[in-house]
């Protein structure tokens, strides 16, 4: 049987052998146990005699308990951080945030998201580099700087950039930012495989990446996008339905879109038939009460936006993105004719389509989300 004494050597070598299980991943819980019941004889037992005597040593030990204990908790940290990083779905999020609402509601739902890992925000259509000003604002604001933003091809369009003064004001401004075709095939090209493009604007570079690379952009996870309608158009939700129109994000690029739809990447489409989730009055007061660095951001944006009623279209690219059920797909033909109608075709499928969503289910995912 051993002394006290052997029980402290054998405890210092527990100790090496815990600190290179550490690095081991949760096989590393084990050891530590073993080191914890290993300190507690030492200063349980009940020849107290004996320990005083090795008190230097057993002293060397409790130190080395609270050290490695504490080790074991960064650890435990780190690799659960490690673990969400590494099963978390890679997206790259393109946006025309800042005139519509909703876009700003669809980032900070995936800077909420643990199970997405955002690799950059590209900006599109209008006023890119405007947009990528207020995404580096939001973003700060946040403390999620990290997160690269890239200034998509600037196009002409009169559309009112209504959050314009929340981006000027500069806050958090980067002094430069990638273009955002460079950035995405460069992201696709480390990544093949395993990145899903959210595209929440029109597809203008989108037609980009497709003419510059096909090969690059097929190499994609997969792509999501708020565009289309199939069975319906714009109108109340509680309403009749209203016949299908050309679409936003379509009709401001239709030769992009066609490209993509014909590009055989995997699509993924939320179209104004499952989108028209209307945030009001009771579901914002709740959100803007909850004084996160987000919501704060929110509204702000919200106020310069200067309506009343957002419609939460763009957000169930990122819920879909999250929990599929909240807007189950369906293969279909889609077909973009010249005037942007997205209608069903007779061939094969090129798309999952979401026709169907249920707003309560959503809401109640978006706002637990957001309140976290
Ligand atoms: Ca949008």
């Given at each position: 049987?051993?002394?006290?004494?052997?029980?402290?050597?054998?405890?210092?070598?527990?100790?090496?052998?815990?600190?290179?299980y550490l690095g081991m991943g949760t096989s590393s819980r084990r050891p530590l146990r073993v080191l914890c019941e290993l300190c507690g004889k030492v200063f349980n037992r009940k020849g107290r005699k004996d320990i005083r005597e090795d008190r230097k040593e057993n002293r060397e030990i409790r130190i080395l308990c609270l050290a490695v204990a504490a080790l074991g908790l960064v650890h435990g940290s780190l690799a659960q951080n490690l673990g969400a990083s590494a099963l978390a779905e890679k997206i790259i999020i393109d946006t025309d945030v800042g005139d519509d609402i909703d876009d700003a509601f669809a980032v900070a739902l995936a800077l909420s998201s643990p199970e997405l890992q955002i690799l950059g925000i590209t900006t599109a259509f209008g006023d890119t580099e405007m947009r990528a000003r207020l995404l580096d604002r939001m973003l700060g604001e946040a403390g999620r700087q990290a997160i690269p933003v890239g200034v998509g091809i600037p196009t002409k369009t009169n559309?009112?950039?209504?959050?314009?003064?929340?981006?000027?004001?500069?806050?958090?401004?980067?002094?430069?930012h990638p273009a955002a075709v460079d950035f995405i095939l460069d992201q696709i090209r480390h990544n093949p495989g395993e990145i899903t493009?959210?595209?929440?604007?029109?597809?203008?570079?989108?037609?980009?990446?497709?003419?510059?690379?096909?090969?690059?952009?097929?190499?994609?996870?997969?792509?999501?996008?708020?565009?289309?309608?199939?069975?319906?158009?714009?109108?109340?939700?509680?309403?009749?339905?209203?016949?299908?129109?050309?679409?936003?994000?379509?009709k401001n690029d239709i030769p992009a879109a066609q490209k993509?739809?014909?590009?055989?990447?995997?699509?993924?489409?939320?179209?104004?038939?499952?989108?028209?989730?209307?945030?009001?009055?009771?579901?914002?007061?709740?959100?803007?009460?909850?004084?996160t660095a987000l919501t704060d951001a929110l509204t702000?944006?919200?106020?310069?936006w200067g309506q009343q009623t957002p419609t939460l279209f763009d957000p169930m690219t990122i819920a879909f993105m999250v929990?599929?059920?909240?807007?189950?797909?369906?293969?279909?033909?889609?077909?973009?004719?010249?005037?942007?109608?997205?209608?069903?075709?007779?061939?094969?499928?090129n798309a999952q389509v979401c026709l169907h969503s249920d707003p309560e289910q959503f809401f109640r995912f978006y706002l637990g989300r957001m309140a976290r």
């Amino acid at each position: 049987m051993r002394g006290d004494k052997g029980i402290a050597q054998a405890g210092r070598r527990e100790n090496f052998q815990v600190t290179y299980y550490l690095g081991m991943g949760t096989s590393s819980r084990r050891p530590l146990r073993v080191l914890c019941e290993l300190c507690g004889k030492v200063f349980n037992r009940k020849g107290r005699k004996d320990i005083r005597e090795d008190r230097k040593e057993n002293r060397e030990i409790r130190i080395l308990c609270l050290a490695v204990a504490a080790l074991g908790l960064v650890h435990g940290s780190l690799a659960q951080n490690l673990g969400a990083s590494a099963l978390a779905e890679k997206i790259i999020i393109d946006t025309d945030v800042g005139d519509d609402i909703d876009d700003a509601f669809a980032v900070a739902l995936a800077l909420s998201s643990p199970e997405l890992q955002i690799l950059g925000i590209t900006t599109a259509f209008g006023d890119t580099e405007m947009r990528a000003r207020l995404l580096d604002r939001m973003l700060g604001e946040a403390g999620r700087q990290a997160i690269p933003v890239g200034v998509g091809i600037p196009t002409k369009t009169n559309n009112v950039f209504t959050q314009r003064r929340y981006a000027e004001a500069g806050r958090f401004a980067r002094v430069t930012h990638p273009a955002a075709v460079d950035f995405i095939l460069d992201q696709i090209r480390h990544n093949p495989g395993e990145i899903t493009l959210v595209c929440l604007g029109p597809l203008v570079n989108i037609g980009a990446l497709l003419d510059r690379d096909p090969q690059t952009f097929r190499r994609l996870k997969r792509v999501v996008i708020m565009g289309g309608s199939i069975d319906r158009g714009y109108g109340d939700p509680y309403g009749p339905p209203t016949p299908p129109e050309p679409e936003w994000n379509i009709k401001n690029d239709i030769p992009a879109a066609q490209k993509l739809f014909a590009s055989g990447v995997p699509l993924y489409v939320m179209p104004l038939d499952s989108t028209q989730l209307k945030l009001d009055e009771v579901k914002r007061e709740y959100l803007f009460r909850q004084g996160t660095a987000l919501t704060d951001a929110l509204t702000l944006l919200y106020h310069q936006w200067g309506q009343q009623t957002p419609t939460l279209f763009d957000p169930m690219t990122i819920a879909f993105m999250v929990d599929k059920k909240l807007c189950p797909v369906e293969p279909m033909n889609v077909v973009v004719d010249e005037k942007g109608m997205t209608r069903r075709g007779s061939g094969a499928s090129n798309a999952q389509v979401c026709l169907h969503s249920d707003p309560e289910q959503f809401f109640r995912f978006y706002l637990g989300r957001m309140a976290r």
